[in-house]
């Protein structure tokens, strides 16, 4: 049984998230929590704020109202930089900065003034051979670049972690293997991840909890079994059916 008092790792209060004009709400009155330790997996069509509501959480974007929580704390009052090492994000694209992977990694520590004693240790994290450290991070193959990518993020010992897409651009193998990385992390680390994707097989094997984002608002929250077995809203069904756009089966 889940302490009911347990401070939530990120916490949503009736969010409103604006752009251009106050027409179009990207965000409409989100609200949820999301229990420390647990994998959320965010399911929507394309254009319902998914990254929206991811970049909330680190402060590369502000509510226009309503509150966002981290650990116990509004966003708005956590010192920008102590923010941005609790709360690590990673995105789909994997893009290399110039040099090698070694420098990748490096630069990553760097931005969050962090030390690392070894960087063979983060290689051995996302499963890379460490002789990849001296090779030019452009040229390396969409899978290894975005697990690069990751082990950028997995410098900074974030608590929680923030997931984008991550393997969009990945086949189904080198997918499989990320998802196995971020369950091994999950388990080592006791981290909180918030995982948009829309490979709703993915949203289905990594999700304890699972919310449908839809026009700006979270239409379902469930645990993930129920959401995909059993959902509550007809919009739901329609989603998992693919009547929706933005669903997909891998
Ligand atoms: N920086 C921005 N400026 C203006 N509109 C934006 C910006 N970022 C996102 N949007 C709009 O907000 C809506 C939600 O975008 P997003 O959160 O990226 O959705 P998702 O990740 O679910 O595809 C979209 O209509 C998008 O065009
Ligand atoms: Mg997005």
């Known amino acids: 049984m889940k302490e009911e008092k347990e401070t939530a790792a990120v916490e949503f209060k009736q969010v409103e998230k ?38 909330l959480c680190n402060l590369l ?21 102590q923010l941005r090492k609790y709360v690590g994000l990673a995105f789909q ?28 240790k983060f290689m051995e994290r996302v499963h890379l051979p460490t002789s990849l450290l001296k090779q030019n991070a452009q040229e390396l193959s969409g899978g290894q670049k975005q697990r690069v990518a990751l082990a950028r993020t997995l410098v900074n010992p974030s608590a929680i972690l923030l997931l984008d897409e991550i393997t969009s651009a990945l086949d189904i193998s080198a997918a499989r293997e990320i998802e196995q990385l971020i369950s091994d992390i999950h388990e080592r680390d006791q981290k909180t991840i918030l995982w948009v994707t829309h490979d709703l097989d993915q949203a289905k094997r990594m999700g304890e909890w699972t919310w449908l984002l839809a026009e700006g608002q979270v239409v379902e929250a469930a645990d993930t079994h129920s959401f995909f077995h059993h959902p509550k809203e007809e919009l739901t069904y329609r989603f998992l059916r693919g009547e929706l756009s933005g669903g997909q089966r891998s």
């Open 61 to 81: 974007i502000t509510p226009d109202a309503g509150q966002v929580w981290i650990n116990g704390k509004e966003v708005r009052s956590w010192d920008v930089n």
């Open 18 to 55: 604006y752009y251009q004009n106050k027409e179009q709400k990207v965000l409409n009155g989100v609200s949820g929590s999301v229990p420390k330790g647990s994998i959320l997996t965010l399911v929507g069509p394309s254009g319902s704020g998914k990254s929206t509501l991811l970049s």
């Open 93 to 120: 694209s994997g893009t290399m900065l110039p040099g090698t992977v070694e420098d990748n990694i490096v630069h990553a520590a760097r931005l969050h003034h962090f030390e690392i004693d070894r960087v063979e």
